[in-house]
């Protein structure tokens, strides 16, 4: 196939240019570096099935030849308002990318009468009542809080995908991603693993906010795109939950990467702290991956950890 990523400078989508282009397909990139960055397609320089393309996709998309498939991933992703690259802080990019960038992308998907997946998030759900998330639960969002800015367009561009489904008759695909971690991360980023990954490294207290009792569930990034692919393949038009249902709180968390990296100095709570509209419990029902795809995580997240540490301490220059 000959496949546009968007967002392809990014932490998901650099890695998911690496394994279309391992599996012989043609990748053209497409990023406008808000948040993505030059280093992670890097290593692709010389690689004569890969292309990159400078672009805002909420502006209009052209490009030159044929499609086979169309892959929106453009968006920032970081709900730590203390991050630069936080969404909270980039509001209305973030709104554009996922309207008027599902746009674009749906409709050059349609003059190409190509293939077109969404990466849609675990944020549709919000803060939920329903545990563990399946598919068919329509989530409980808080539609102006600041959070908002990613959840409603996210919410938005699922909408828009099926409208072109029925309306147009595209091919679609709709990934809902779970917390997702590994090499290639923003150290800056402002999301938990990478704060704890960094104040481990340099052997500080790790900081947990609340009272450590929200849970998680990590997927590493490998086993991710590897789900991201096979969906692209599969024939399920509608929402498809891809993470790891193996759920932990964030203070087991803690003391996991405290342990794993020999870091002594402990966990700092700071009860008083919490950011707005975090959700209190967030776990992926993947009976549908795992019917329909035959896909579920094969990496555990102690040897998923081990590898994300050695990128961090590389990105660091430590030894």
């Known amino acids: 196939m000959r496949v546009l990523i968007t967002g392809a400078a990014g932490f998901l989508g650099s890695h998911l240019c690496d394994l279309l282009l391992k599996?012989?397909?043609e990748v053209i990139g497409m990023d406008n570096f808000i948040t993505g960055r030059v280093e992670n397609l890097a290593h692709l320089s010389g690689n004569r099935n890969f292309s990159f393309i400078r672009h805002d996709?909420?502006?209009?998309?052209f490009v030159p030849g044929k499609l086979d498939a169309v892959l929106h991933f453009a968006s920032p992703a970081s709900p730590n308002e203390a991050s630069p690259f936080g969404y909270i802080n980039l509001p209305i990019q973030t709104m554009k990318a996922g309207a008027?960038?599902?746009h674009n992308t749906l409709g050059l998907a349609r003059a190409n009468q190509a293939l077109f997946l969404l990466a849609s998030t675990s944020e549709i759900y919000g803060n939920p009542l329903v545990h563990p998330q399946t598919e068919d639960y329509w989530g409980n969002v808080d539609p102006i809080g600041k959070r908002s800015v990613y959840d409603e367009a996210k919410r938005f561009a699922e909408a828009l995908t099926m409208a072109y489904h029925r309306?147009?008759?595209i091919n679609t695909r709709i990934a809902r991603i779970f917390n997702t971690y590994g090499p290639r991360m923003q150290l800056e980023d402002g999301r938990v693993?990478?704060?704890f990954l960094k104040?481990?490294?340099h052997h500080e207290p790790l900081t947990v906010y609340g009272d450590g009792s929200q849970t998680r569930s990590f997927c590493y990034v490998d086993d991710l795109v590897e789900g991201i692919y096979r969906l692209l393949l599969s024939d399920e038009h509608e929402p498809m939950n891809l993470g790891n249902p193996s759920e932990i709180t964030i203070l087991?968390?803690?003391q996991t990467i405290n342990r794993l990296t020999d870091n002594s100095n402990g966990i700092q709570l700071s009860p008083d702290e919490r950011f707005e509209?975090?959700?209190q419990r967030r776990q992926p029902d993947i009976t549908k991956a795992r019917q329909i795809l035959n896909w579920e995580p094969m990496i555990d997240l102690e040897e998923g950890i081990r590898r994300t540490v050695s990128y961090f301490r590389q990105e660091l220059d430590l030894p």
């Open 167 to 169: 309306f147009h008759n």
């Open 199 to 201: 104040q481990a490294i």
């Open 57 to 61: 996709v909420s502006q209009f998309i």
């Open 100 to 102: 008027l960038g599902t």
């Open 277 to 279: 509209g975090d959700p």
């Open 23 to 25: 599996d012989n397909h």
């Open 193 to 195: 693993v990478p704060n």
């Open 252 to 254: 087991e968390f803690a």
